[in-house]
């Protein structure tokens, strides 16, 4: 059995993660200095090698101007 990670559910929401990161017109770096976090953190992320939870969406949400349903919807 696949971890959910891998799902087609998890992978559509870090597609969109990254769109809006690209359509916000930001860099990895640039998300990164926001969130306080290193530039790794948000490669891995958008990669799938890192989970995401909820509190980090939300945040990412704000970053990005989109509402948490843009993401899961």
């Known amino acids: 059995m696949n971890k ?3 799902s ?3 992978k559509d ?3 969109r993660l990254k769109r809006a990161r690209i359509e ?3 860099s990895q770096q640039e998300v990164a200095d926001k969130l306080g ?3 790794s ?3 891995k992320i958008e990669s799938g090698e890192r989970r995401l939870d ?3 969406m939300k945040n990412f949400a704000q970053i990005y101007k989109k509402p948490l349903e843009y993401f899961i919807n």
């Open 4 to 6: 959910s990670v891998y």
């Open 8 to 10: 087609k559910d998890y």
């Open 13 to 15: 929401i870090i597609e």
């Open 24 to 26: 916000a017109n930001l």
């Open 37 to 39: 976090k290193p530039q």
């Open 41 to 43: 953190y948000i490669s």
């Open 54 to 56: 909820v509190a980090e």
